[in-house]
């Protein structure tokens, strides 16, 4: 059976260049840096960090000092906003929107709990969020902003610089989380006027257990993790060098020209669910501000679960914010933000593209996606 996989929002196959880059650093050379002198080993893996640590500075226009190391993205969004609003002596309110990824959310939570305020901001119908409500909390003394550059389900792109300069004039902290957005859409931290910004490596061909955290140069974040003064004090611990190594190996292998052609193929790949299968709609935005690997629909009459495990049984990999296939129990809140409907929950599928798809793999998906969706119509009591 022939596998189509476009799940590449969930994570992607590592490229054959980063695994190679990072197999000297698994096998011969394990050292990890120490203090400011030390033997070989320790020297290699500092070197090798660095060396990575300037590729992704360069990627985003930061200096390599702003770029701090850490094990997830998740991990960089708490680092970024419980260690922001720790520091908080007093406006100590923090802004999000209703569709933020669930380390957001969750943290906020959290700070909850600490007798920290938050507020979640609507969006309209496409996922964007409502500036006009930001500023307006902003301007009574909010301390943080914690929101995404592109949203993680329905690929939507904020309009980060506004929310720059939303930050910048009420005097506000700006936490980014770029994790679908990096090497997808250009990011020039000195234009967004972001503080802190969380970055992904497994969504760019790069491994898994690794991401970043940059952290513009000034800011001071309290440490949430403690016993070691590694990566600033903020993510201590032993680092994973082959994973740093391999982290910036993608980057540095990046070509913009498979973006272009992610992008086709996924105005392709709308084009062709919506004309081919009957009561099927697209959720979030069209062309330059959606992501350019997202497409997510929802098909009516039908569960979103029942799809994706039909699909799978066809090789075809794609994912659901439907109800009884998340841990919760819950339909996608994102789709419930934007639809108020479950119906658009219950049938969403996202199907996210990477550089190994291909045309063949688009015209196949929606052929899987009809046959599936026709059959289970015929059955389906709604």
Not at 51 to 73: H, Q, W, Y
Not at 226 to 232: C, D, H, I, Q, S
Not at 264 to 289: A, C, F, Q
Request: overall charge negative; proline content about 3%; aromatic content about 6%.
């Amino acid at each position: 059976m022939r596998i189509i996989y476009m799940d590449n929002q969930k994570t992607t196959k590592i490229d054959e260049k980063v695994l190679e880059a990072m197999m000297p650093y698994l096998k011969e050379k394990y050292g990890i840096p120490m203090g400011e002198f030390g033997h070989r080993f320790e020297e290699e893996a500092l070197e090798a960090i660095e060396v990575a640590r300037e590729l992704l500075a360069k990627s985003i226009n930061a200096n390599p000092e702003e770029i701090v190391f850490t094990f997830s993205d998740i991990d960089s969004d708490n680092i970024a906003i419980k260690g922001k609003a720790l520091t908080l002596k007093d406006r100590k309110v923090i802004i999000a929107s209703k569709i933020e990824r669930k380390s957001i959310l969750d943290s906020l939570k959290f700070l909850g709990d600490l007798g920290y305020k938050y507020k979640l901001v609507e969006v309209d119908e496409e996922g964007f969020i409502k500036l006009e409500e930001i500023d307006h909390i902003a301007a009574k003394g909010a301390g943080l902003i914690a929101t995404h550059v592109g949203n993680h389900e329905i690929g939507t792109i904020q309009d980060v610089r506004a929310l720059g300069d939303i930050s910048e004039d009420r005097n506000v902290h700006l936490h980014l989380d770029a994790s679908h957005a990096f090497l997808k859409v250009p990011i020039d931290v000195e234009k967004l006027k972001v503080d802190t910004m969380t970055l992904s490596s497994h969504l760019i061909h790069g491994p898994k257990g690794i991401s970043a955290l940059f952290v513009r140069e000034g800011v001071k974040l309290k440490p949430i993790i403690t016993g070691g003064l590694r990566e600033k004090g903020l993510s201590p611990g032993e680092p994973s060098v082959a994973n740093i190594v391999g982290f910036g190996k993608a980057v540095e292998i990046w070509d913009w020209n498979d973006v272009r052609k992610i992008r086709k193929l996924r105005d392709l790949l709308i084009e062709k669910l919506l004309s081919e299968i009957p009561e099927t709609y697209l959720n979030g935005p069209r062309g330059d501000k959606r992501l350019p690997n997202n497409v997510n629909v929802s098909f009516m009459k039908v569960e979103g679960e029942s799809i994706l495990l039909q699909a799978d049984a066809r090789g075809l990999i794609v994912s659901t914010g439907s109800a009884c296939y998340s841990q919760e129990l819950e339909p996608s809140y994102v789709i419930m933000a934007i639809r108020g409907k479950y119906e658009f929950a219950h049938g969403s599928i996202r199907l996210s593209l990477s550089r190994y798809n291909t045309e063949k793999d688009v015209l196949d998906a929606v052929s899987i996606l009809k046959e599936v969706v026709e059959n289970l119509r015929k059955i389906s009591p709604l």
